[in-house]
């Protein structure tokens, strides 16, 4: 069995991808230091595979740990790094904190993996990357523009990081994933997100505002140039998302046709609004969600949505499900986790 390292595996992402790697034929090594995560979600990736992935505790910004870990797990085939902080108002808030987190652990991985040969590496990056695009759809080739948050330069510095290291190192393979809007859970409930704070997130805020936790959603903004005035997403289901690393991965394994350094957009291609979003729910889950506009968020795109023919090209992956069943998944999830029965 081919190993990967996952790091910030017990994450939102990393845990639905470790899932998908298992139903595979993978073999995740999970790492994560829990510093925005909950152990819950490694026992959601045993109960839907049946099998108990093998993980560290600690940070992977910590040289030592990370030594540790290649040592202990030999012939490690792939790393895929999740592990970041993502939220983009404390980043503004706290842009010390995002640029050591984020880019000291990348820096400490692609140390560890020159060190111990591991020549693979997927990358979590985002469409932040891109700002307020000129024209949507976006492909992979619009030009970067300056970051709105400390966040969105985080990923940007990193792409730029694994691109030089890519060149520099002839043998080291990078693929770096710029994902739109992941939302949903597991279809089966066990898996989903888990924002240890207030959601900064329009989904996990509508689900916990549909439990009863939240008072009332805000809608952010209604007088931006769009149809309905709300801002305007690629919202992408969880699993496809966390379906296309493995398809990247098996790609970056088996075949000689990428370049050393790939990067590729992973949207659905479908361009949905706030508003359209909150309908939608209601419609899905028949529950009568208070909302309420309100002012404009700072540093909000307008809208954004990918073309994602190039991963369809290249990686022969695309999307499966619909934001409502991504919505539909999201509640169920939330019930879940609320003690809510029906
Ligand atoms: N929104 C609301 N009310 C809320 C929360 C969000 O109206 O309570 C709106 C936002 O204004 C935005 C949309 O819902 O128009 C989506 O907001 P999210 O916070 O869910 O997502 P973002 O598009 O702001 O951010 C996401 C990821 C980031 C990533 C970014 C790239 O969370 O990690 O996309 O644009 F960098």
């Known amino acids: 069995m081919k190993k990967v390292l996952v790091t910030g595996g017990a994450g939102y992402i990393g845990a639905h991808t470790a899932v998908e790697l298992i139903a595979q034929g993978f073999e995740p090594i999970i790492i994560d230091n829990f510093s925005k995560s909950d152990r819950s979600l490694l026992a959601g990736i045993e109960k839907i595979t049946d099998k108990t992935a093998t993980f560290y505790e600690g940070d992977c910004a910590d040289e030592k740990f990370i030594q540790m870990v290649f040592e202990k797990e030999k012939g490690i085939k792939c790393v895929m790094h999740f592990a970041a902080f993502k939220a983009v108002g404390e980043s503004v808030r706290q842009p010390l904190m995002y640029y050591q987190n984020n880019i000291n652990s990348l820096l400490t991985v692609l140390e560890a993996m020159n060190k111990n040969e591991v020549k693979n590496i997927i990358f979590s990056s985002s469409c932040t990357v891109y700002g307020e695009p000129d024209s949507i759809p976006v492909d992979e080739s619009t030009p970067f523009k300056k970051a709105e948050s400390p966040y969105g330069a985080t990923k940007q510095m990193c792409e730029r990081i694994l691109e030089d290291q890519s060149m520099a190192d002839n043998n080291l393979r990078v693929i770096s994933l710029r994902y739109f809007n992941p939302i949903g859970a597991h279809p089966t409930s066990m898996l989903g997100e888990l924002p240890l704070d207030v959601p900064g997130n329009l989904v996990p805020y509508i689900t916990q505002t549909a439990a009863g936790i939240r008072k009332k ?11 309905d005035g709300s801002c305007v997403r690629d919202y992408i289901h969880i699993v496809d998302l966390a379906q296309a690393h493995v398809a990247a991965l098996s790609k970056m394994i088996d075949s ?3 370049k050393s350094y790939e990067v590729f957009n992973l949207g659905t291609g479908l361009g949905v609004s706030v508003l359209e979003l909150v309908n939608e729910f209601i419609k899905v889950t028949g529950i009568q969600l208070p909302f309420e506009i309100g002012a404009r ?3 909000d795109v307008e809208k954004t949505y990918a073309n994602p023919a190039k991963a369809f090209e290249k990686l022969g992956w695309k999307t499966k499900l619909t934001y409502s069943n991504a919505l539909l998944d999201a509640w169920n999830w939330q019930k879940k986790i609320s003690k809510i029965n029906g």
């Open 217 to 227: 959603l805000t809608v952010f903004g209604s007088d931006y140039n769009t149809p």
């Open 256 to 258: 000689i046709d990428l």
């Open 297 to 299: 968020r700072s540093g």
